[in-house]
C-alpha cells in the first residue's frame, strides 16, 4: 500500500505467522486435554486469534466482548464500559484473553477483574504485542508475541481511526508532518 501514514515495519508477516504458529503449539501443549474457551477482544484481535486458533490441536471454542476506553483515542483512562459482552457463562471453564496489543494494561486489567468474578476455572492472556515503557499496571500475561517499543502500531488488526488493520504486518504510524 502506497500510503505516507504507514511508516518503518515493526513486524514482518513472515515473523508474525512463524510466531503466532509457535504461539498455538504453546498454548496447544499446556492445555491438552482441556476445554478451552477463547475470548477475542473486538476489534483488533479478530485477525491474530483466528490464525492462532488455527494452531491450536486442544478442543477449543470461541467467544467475543467489545469494550471501549473512555479518554482519548491514544490514551486509555482505565476506565472501561462493555459494549458488547460474552455469549456465554464462562463460569468453570478455562478462558484464554486473546489481545491484539497491551499498551497501558488498564483495558486488560478491567477485562481481568470482570471475568475473574465470573469464576472460571482459570483466566490467562495471550497478547500478539505488547509496549513494556508504557504499562502503568503490572499484569500477569502469560502469552507474549513481541515486545515492541513505544510508537503508536497499525496493521494486523491495529488501527488508526478503523483503517489499516488489514495491513499483512505491523507498522509504525507515521508522523504525517
Ligand atoms: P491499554 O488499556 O492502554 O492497554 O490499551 C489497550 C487498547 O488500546 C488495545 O487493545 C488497542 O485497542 C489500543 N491500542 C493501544 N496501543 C495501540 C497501538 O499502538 N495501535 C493501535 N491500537 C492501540
Ligand atoms: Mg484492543
Given at each position: 500500500m502506497n500510503d505516507p501514514l504507514i511508516g518503518e515495519i515493526l513486524v514482518p508477516a513472515d515473523d508474525l505467522s512463524a510466531r503466532v504458529k509457535e504461539l498455538g503449539e504453546q498454548v496447544s501443549a499446556d492445555y491438552e486435554g482441556r476445554d478451552l474457551l477463547l475470548v477475542g477482544v473486538l476489534k483488533g484481535a479478530v485477525f491474530f486469534l483466528s490464525d492462532l486458533m488455527r494452531h491450536i490441536s486442544a478442543p477449543c471454542e470461541v467467544d467475543f466482548m467489545a469494550v471501549a476506553s473512555y479518554g482519548s483515542s491514544t490514551d486509555s483512562?482505565?476506565?472501561?464500559?462493555?459494549?458488547?459482552?460474552?455469549?456465554?457463562?464462562?463460569?468453570?471453564?478455562?478462558?484464554?484473553?486473546?489481545?491484539?496489543?497491551?499498551?497501558?494494561?488498564?483495558?486488560?486489567?478491567?477485562?481481568?477483574?470482570?471475568?475473574?468474578?465470573?469464576?472460571?476455572?482459570?483466566?490467562?492472556?495471550?497478547?500478539?504485542?505488547?509496549?513494556?515503557?508504557?504499562?502503568?499496571?503490572?499484569?500477569?500475561?502469560?502469552?507474549?508475541?513481541?515486545?515492541?517499543?513505544?510508537?503508536?502500531?497499525?496493521?494486523?488488526?491495529?488501527?488508526?481511526?478503523?483503517?489499516?488493520?488489514?495491513?499483512?504486518?505491523?507498522?509504525?504510524?507515521?508522523?504525517?508532518?
Open positions: 483512562s482505565g476506565v472501561v464500559r462493555i459494549l458488547k459482552d460474552l455469549d456465554i457463562p464462562i463460569e468453570g471453564r478455562e478462558v484464554l484473553i486473546v489481545e491484539d496489543i497491551v499498551d497501558s494494561g488498564l483495558t486488560l486489567s478491567y477485562l481481568l477483574r470482570t471475568l475473574n468474578a465470573r469464576n472460571p476455572k482459570s483466566l490467562e492472556v495471550c497478547a500478539l504485542l505488547t509496549k513494556p515503557d508504557r504499562r502503568k499496571v503490572d499484569l500477569p500475561i502469560r502469552y507474549v508475541g513481541f515486545e515492541i517499543p513505544n510508537r503508536f502500531a497499525i496493521g494486523y488488526g491495529l488501527d488508526h481511526a478503523e483503517r489499516y488493520r488489514n495491513l499483512p504486518y505491523v507498522a509504525v504510524l507515521a508522523d504525517p508532518g
